[in-house]
């Protein structure tokens, strides 16, 4: 037999085939079988563990269903708050003109509204002059000499003294309020001294008038005398103190003043790099005051043990 | 059958689709009972073993995750192979696996003189490829009996197109020998 017809030959062997009445009943009992398994892995929980499996699905597909929102909603609002940081962090260098720019300006509109004390916005107003300060040499330091690089200097001259106006009415309201103190704390001091006074006269007066006591009563005077003068001295020394750091404090008040008009006179006179020195010196004064501030009052503790 | 319509049948089969599974069966069922009963000469263990390829067929698709089969039809053949090798290891037929290939011819070949004549050629030729060696008589299957290319059919043997040729050859060859 030749190779051709042996080939034939074998071709002809796609005769051999199972009969037509085992493939069907066959095909039958697969899917039978292949539906048996879809049902089986298509079953709930409900029929394997009753209530419980049932409550159990229904939890846990509520949780996802509850916490895919959630997750949504977090990662919404990390990825706004991120952008926004970077996007402050990004404006911090920047001067007008840039794209960012705004955002820088809003920034520190915030950060004055959000300052709790007239001591820390003044400090933040010293920075944002002394920012519009440096801007102006950015924009001078470009070569370029155009009319809109004059109106961006006019600009921020306006701005820098719009934030000098405010950081003086914040000193003067400081200063102010530090009057007020010590001056109530002088009145005291006046009131308390007028009763021991009165206490006195009233003691002695008791004394004259029962002779039969006297030994008594001056016993008592004195022992009140010199247990007010007990009582009153931390409050006059308080008070005295009080008055004396009032002083102290308008002292510095005055220098600081002084400083900032010496700052504007730079700044009007065009040495902005100056102006700026000037600015930083006073937030660095304020700063150290700060400091002593929070040392008297660290201080104060140890220094009272009068009421013992 | 083209490859396209394999694939949808693949791909219905994939998504639990039992109109696809009636499609392949219907497409491979002679084939497979074909390739399992000319390599255990048996027709009633054929025709279970076809029942139980497609049955693991169906699961080995709706179960592994990884396609590492790109045709249906080599993954049938696959599967196919497979399960003949574990016919025979679980009925620990192993050892007389040829011997009992080569008694089946021997019977059906007696059964077949029996009869007045040899009807045809394409009879004495099913019986000779019964008394051909495992290997050659699977090959020859594949190629001439059920047209696969020499790809499709390296793939399934997990051998070299080469080798598949020269294996064509060998079992050509040695079969031309057996009819002489």
Same mark, same amino acid.
């Given at each position: 037999?030749?190779?051709?017809?042996?080939?034939?030959?074998?071709?002809?062997?796609?005769?051999?085939?199972?009969?037509?009445?085992?493939?069907?009943?066959?095909?039958?009992?697969?899917?039978?079988?292949?539906?048996?398994?879809?049902?089986?892995?298509?079953?709930?929980?409900?029929?394997?563990?009753?209530?419980?499996?049932?409550?159990?699905?229904?939890?846990?597909?509520?949780?996802?269903?509850?916490?895919?929102?959630?997750?949504?909603?977090?990662?919404?609002?990390?990825?706004?708050?991120?952008?926004?940081?970077?996007?402050?962090?990004?404006?911090?260098?920047?001067?007008?003109?840039?794209?960012?720019?705004?955002?820088?300006?809003?920034?520190?509109?915030?950060?004055?509204?959000?300052?709790? /004390?007239?001591?820390?916005?003044? *400090?933040?107003?010293?920075? %944002?002059? +002394? !920012?519009?300060? &440096? @801007?102006?040499?950015? =924009?001078?330091?470009?070569?370029?000499?155009?009319?809109?690089?004059?109106?961006?200097?006019?600009?921020?001259?306006?701005?820098?003294?719009?934030?000098?106006?405010?950081?003086?009415?914040?000193?003067?309201?400081?200063?102010?309020?530090?009057?007020?103190?010590?001056?109530?704390?002088?009145?005291?001091?006046?009131?308390?001294? /007028?009763?021991?006074?009165?206490? *006195?006269?009233?003691?002695? %007066?008791? +004394? !004259?008038?029962? &002779? @039969?006591?006297?030994? =008594?009563?001056?016993?008592?005077?004195?022992?009140?005398?010199?247990?007010?003068?007990?009582?009153?001295?931390?409050?006059?020394?308080?008070?005295?103190?009080?008055?004396?750091?009032?002083?102290?404090?308008?002292?510095?008040?005055?220098?600081?003043?002084?400083?900032?008009?010496?700052?504007?006179?730079?700044?009007?006179?065009?040495?902005?790099?100056?102006?700026?020195?000037?600015?930083?010196?006073?937030?660095?004064?304020?700063?150290?005051?700060?400091?002593? =501030?929070?040392?008297?009052?660290?201080?104060?503790?140890?220094?009272?043990?009068?009421?013992? | 059958?083209?490859?396209?319509?394999?694939?949808?049948?693949?791909?219905?089969?994939?998504?639990?689709?039992?109109?696809?599974?009636?499609?392949?069966?219907?497409?491979?069922?002679?084939?497979?009972?074909?390739?399992?009963?000319?390599?255990?000469?048996?027709?009633?263990?054929?025709?279970?073993?076809?029942?139980?390829?497609?049955?693991?067929?169906?699961?080995?698709?709706?179960?592994?995750?990884?396609?590492?089969?790109?045709?249906?039809?080599?993954?049938?053949?696959?599967?196919?192979?497979?399960?003949?090798?574990?016919?025979?290891?679980?009925?620990?037929?192993?050892?007389?696996?040829?011997?009992?290939?080569?008694?089946?011819?021997?019977?059906?070949?007696?059964?077949?003189?029996?009869?007045?004549?040899?009807?045809?050629?394409?009879?004495?030729?099913?019986?000779?490829?019964?008394?051909?060696?495992?290997?050659?008589?699977?090959?020859?299957?594949?190629?001439?009996?059920?047209?696969?290319?020499?790809?499709?059919?390296?793939?399934?043997?997990?051998?070299?197109?080469?080798?598949?040729?020269?294996?064509?050859?060998?079992?050509?060859?040695?079969?031309?020998?057996?009819?002489?």
């Amino acid at each position: 037999m030749e190779e051709k017809e042996l080939i034939k030959q074998l071709r002809y062997l796609k005769r051999i085939k199972p009969d037509d009445y085992w493939k069907k009943s066959n095909r039958e009992v697969l899917l039978s079988q292949i539906t048996g398994s879809f049902s089986v892995s298509a079953r709930p929980d409900f029929n394997i563990s009753g209530w419980y499996g049932g409550f159990k699905n229904l939890f846990i597909k509520g949780r996802a269903i509850i916490a895919q929102p959630i997750l949504v909603f977090c990662l919404a609002i990390a990825f706004i708050l991120s952008g926004g940081i970077l996007s402050i962090n990004a404006a911090r260098n920047t001067k007008p003109g840039d794209s960012l720019y705004i955002a820088k300006i809003i920034n520190e509109k915030a950060k004055i509204n959000l300052a709790f /004390n007239e001591e820390k916005k003044t *400090k933040l107003g010293l920075e %944002f002059a +002394a !920012n519009r300060a &440096k @801007e102006i040499t950015q =924009v001078l330091s470009g070569a370029n000499d155009s009319a809109e690089n004059l109106q961006k200097v006019e600009e921020l001259s306006n701005n820098f003294k719009e934030e000098m106006g405010g950081v003086k009415s914040r000193l003067q309201k400081i200063n102010t309020a530090r009057r007020i103190i010590p001056q109530k704390a002088v009145l005291n001091n006046k009131e308390s001294e /007028n009763k021991i006074a009165s206490g *006195k006269e009233a003691e002695i %007066f008791g +004394a !004259n008038l029962i &002779k @039969e006591n006297k030994s =008594v009563d001056i016993f008592i005077t004195k022992s009140t005398t010199t247990a007010e003068s007990a009582t009153s001295s931390p409050a006059a020394a308080t008070s005295s103190g009080a008055v004396k750091d009032a002083d102290s404090e308008n002292i510095k008040l005055v220098d600081l003043t002084k400083i900032i008009e010496e700052a504007e006179g730079l700044f009007n006179k065009k040495d902005y790099r100056g102006a700026i020195d000037k600015l930083e010196e006073v937030h660095s004064l304020i700063e150290n005051k700060d400091g002593e =501030v929070k040392d008297e009052n660290e201080a104060a503790p140890s220094s009272s043990p009068v009421k013992n | 059958m083209g490859k396209i319509s394999d694939k949808i049948i693949f791909y219905g089969l994939k998504n639990k689709d039992k109109e696809a599974f009636i499609k392949a069966y219907d497409e491979y069922a002679d084939k497979i009972y074909r390739f399992v009963y000319f390599k255990i000469g048996n027709e009633e263990d054929a025709k279970d073993l076809t029942s139980a390829i497609f049955l693991k067929t169906w699961n080995h698709i709706n179960n592994s995750r990884l396609a590492d089969e790109k045709t249906l039809k080599a993954l049938f053949y696959k599967i196919a192979r497979n399960s003949v090798i574990d016919y025979y290891r679980s009925s620990r037929r192993e050892e007389c696996m040829e011997k009992e290939i080569l008694s089946n011819a021997i019977d059906e070949k007696n059964d077949l003189l029996n009869q007045a004549s040899v009807s045809s050629d394409w009879e004495s030729v099913k019986i000779k490829m019964l008394e051909l060696k495992d290997e050659y008589r699977e090959i020859l299957l594949l190629k001439y009996i059920e047209e696969l290319s020499i790809g499709e059919i390296a793939k399934i043997l997990d051998k070299s197109k080469g080798n598949v040729r020269v294996l064509i050859f060998r079992a050509l060859k040695a079969l031309k020998e057996l009819m002489n």
